[in-house]
């Protein structure tokens, strides 16, 4: 089979989730806590995503900037989408919601990249020209306006299925489009002049010089105008009372798109594959819309907690430019319980620095077996340098810190006393070059494997 084309302008779409519990004193201004930030690709970005459900292959060709936003979209859609970029001019746009309690506060737009009017690569033709069917999922950025794109579209419109979602802000479909498909309040703005929602569809049909035109009504459907008459496109009962609860309606439009190009491709007629796609719109909500495909970022680190994961090094240069006493100590520090907490304070106490030496998540398996570690290293970083008694983490993938310490350089390395007949490759290093090695005795009773073991024990 053909790939699905998704062809358009990819956003970075961002959730601020957090609780309102006071006011800014003085204005009407709400004070948001933030809890988390969900992240997923926006636009064409998003259209390729829910396209990817239902399609083998899914091309996205977008115009994506080499920014942190643009970076993150990449990282978002690679797993299960080729993505082929096309130059950005400016940078990648974010648009970011506060919400609370499931309702958006206010939107942040940041962001303005447009795409380039360069000429199109030749690998990206070849792409268009071989697709079962193309999705063009216009946000008024430039892809859909490039001269290159739109002659080889309206080319194309004769032998290949196009569907295309219109902005705005952006250029009218390109004539022969097998379908275009406005929102309610989109079409009201793209035919002014109209006074009858129920003529929209072909006013449209006719001005886009479009095979068929879908004015998309919400959890009600749609109307679509296609082989001269205008008919109502109805949400099954089940799947309208899904919708028709207070849902978050964000990538509605996306979803209904690639489900219709989904439908073409398989060999429906329009008005089959218009009805399965209002349907798939109106389950979309239902479950949770764009929300549900969205990737959680965990909270942010208090600032001084941030600082300590990135500033192992640095900490080090201060400590030895002002002759002070670096102290160093390693593990896996899984499930930390209160014996680490001791050893880290006692190692603190041995000096004016304290970084832990952090063994990644494949060197933990390597030494303690499958299903190790319980909690990811970024978590228990995370938990490490909320400690007071530690200053910095650097985490290191080999089964031993040794190639760790040798750039580290700690005047003092600590380690448990349960290593007191061990012999510690990274004891040799540490001597190597002056340093100490002390051993400091470990509370009784305390072992992450021993908890986990107490626990398997217990379920």
């Not at 001269?228 to 949400?235: A, L, Q």
């Not at 489900?259 to 979309?284: C, K, M, N, P, S």
């Not at 540490?430 to 986990?452: C, F, K, N």
Request: proline residues 6%; glycine residues 12%.
């Amino acid at each position: 089979m053909k790939p699905l084309v998704v062809l358009g302008d990819a956003l970075l779409d961002v959730d601020i989730e957090g609780t309102v519990e006071r006011f800014c004193p003085g204005t009407p201004a709400a004070v948001v806590d933030v809890g988390g930030e969900l992240r997923r690709p926006g636009g064409a970005g998003l259209a390729a995503l829910l396209a990817s459900r239902s399609t083998a292959e899914v091309v996205l060709v977008t115009a994506i900037g080499d920014d942190d936003a643009g970076r993150t979209l990449i990282g978002l859609l690679d797993p299960v989408v080729e993505v082929l970029p096309l130059p950005l001019q400016g940078e990648t746009v974010r648009k970011a919601r506060v919400r609370v309690g499931n309702q958006s506060l206010l939107r942040l737009d940041t962001g303005d990249g447009m795409a380039s009017t360069a000429p199109v690569a030749q690998r990206v033709q070849s792409v268009l020209r071989g697709a079962g069917a193309i999705v063009v999922a216009d946000y008024g950025r430039g892809v859909a306006a490039h001269p290159d794109i739109r002659r080889l579209l309206a080319e194309l419109a004769a032998t290949v299925p196009i569907v295309w979602d219109p902005h705005p802000r952006g250029p009218a479909p390109t004539p022969g489009a097998w379908l275009i498909s406005p929102n309610l309040e989109e079409a009201r703005r793209f035919a002014p002049a109209c006074g009858q929602d129920t003529e929209l569809a072909s006013v449209l049909c006719a001005e886009w010089a479009a095979g068929a035109v879908v004015v998309t009504t919400g959890a009600d459907g749609g109307m679509l105008a296609h082989g001269g008459r205008t008919t109502t496109v109805s949400v099954p009962e089940d799947a309208r009372l899904l919708a028709s609860v207070e849902a978050d309606a964000c990538g509605a439009g996306d979803c209904f798109a690639a489900a219709v190009a989904a439908g073409l491709i398989l060999g429906q007629d329009v008005a089959a594959a218009v009805a399965g796609a209002v349907e798939t719109a109106a389950r979309f909500i239902g479950a949770g819309g764009a929300g549900a495909l969205s990737i959680s970022v965990e909270p942010r680190l208090t600032a001084a907690a941030s600082r300590k994961l990135d500033s192992a090094f640095e900490i080090a240069a201060r400590i030895r430019a002002t002759g002070g006493r670096l102290v160093a100590t390693g593990g896996c520090f899984d499930l930390l319980h209160p014996g680490h907490v001791s050893l880290l304070r006692q190692s603190r106490a041995l000096g004016d620095a304290l970084v832990v030496c952090l063994n990644s998540d494949e060197s933990v398996r390597l030494l303690k077996g499958e299903g190790r570690p319980i909690v990811p290293a970024q978590d228990r970083a995370r938990l490490l340098t909320e400690l007071s008694s530690v200053d910095a983490v650097a985490v290191f993938d080999e089964p031993s810190p040794a190639a760790l310490l040798e750039r580290l350089c700690p005047d003092v390395w600590v380690k448990g006393g349960d290593y007191a007949n061990a012999e510690l490759p990274e004891s040799r290093v540490v001597h190597g070059y002056g340093g100490e090695t002390v051993l400091i005795p470990t509370v009784a009773g305390y072992s992450t494997s021993r908890l986990v073991a107490a626990a398997h024990a217990r379920s």
